[in-house]
């Protein structure tokens, strides 16, 4: 089954960090470039960084520039997020979410997982 | 960054009605363009992409149009499961940026 699928959120203090990951499964992932994009309550989509297919590539949001890393392990088809110096605003839902197309050319977003809530709060 | 914008915010209407959403871009994006539903708690799903191509699955009452700075989505006449919000993402180059999205309700 084609799926993508997000751990990793929690509550967190402001300044602390965290790790999210995204299992892929039903595809290979190595083919792919994948996202992450973030929700907060209430509010519109926003898009967090991305990765190649091959993993040399990595771009962020200014929002997040710094602060956080994306990174992929095609060995185990994982998509990660390291999250730093987090603040109050970066409380959200996190998606991973996949290209529609394989290779690098920048593609809409076809497969998406259910997304893990991050909270950062004292 | 590119900046995109939607209009309206938000629209009431009635299942049967024809819905046009619009979506502009702060700079040329040729037709890199793709439109999203979203249903409350549940992640976004990809309805349009090209500007115009429906994807694989998604229903003939959705379509798109628009190439340049000024985009369009369509639905031709509402069933009761498009009742969502709708956001438009530019795939032009990184970083992406998603319009703020129409909400859609019922009349």
Redesign the interface.
């Known amino acids: 089954q084609v799926q993508l699928v997000e751990s990793g959120g929690g509550v967190v203090q402001p300044g602390m960090s965290l790790t999210l990951s995204c299992s892929a499964s039903g595809f290979t992932f190595s083919r792919y470039a994948m996202?992450w994009?973030r929700q907060a309550a209430g509010k519109?989509?926003?898009?967090v960084a991305?990765i190649s297919y091959d993993g040399d590539t990595k771009?962020?949001?200014?929002s997040v520039k710094g602060r956080f890393t994306i990174s992929r392990h095609s060995s185990n088809s994982t998509l990660s997020l390291q999250m730093t110096s987090l603040q109050s605003d970066d409380t959200a839902v996190y998606?991973c979410?996949r290209a529609?197309d394989t290779g690098w050319y920048?593609?809409?977003?076809?497969l998406?997982?259910?997304?893990t809530m991050v909270t950062v709060s004292s | 960054a590119i900046q995109m914008t939607q209009s309206p915010s938000s629209l009431s209407a009635s299942v049967g009605d024809r819905v046009t959403i619009t979506c502009r871009a702060s700079q040329g994006i040729r037709n890199d363009l793709g439109w999203y539903q979203q249903k409350p708690g549940k992640p976004p799903r990809l309805l349009i992409y090209g500007a115009s191509k429906l994807q694989s699955g998604v229903p003939s009452r959705f379509s798109g149009s628009g190439s340049g700075t000024d985009f369009t989505l369509t639905i031709s006449s509402l069933q009761p499961e498009d009742f969502a919000t709708y956001y438009c993402l530019h795939d032009l180059n990184y970083p992406f940026t998603f319009g703020p999205g129409t909400k859609v309700d019922i009349k």
Do not use: F, S, T
Request: no cysteine.
């Open positions: 996202h994009v519109g989509l926003e898009w991305v771009i962020y949001a200014d998606y979410a529609r920048p593609d809409q977003l076809e998406w997982g259910q997304g």
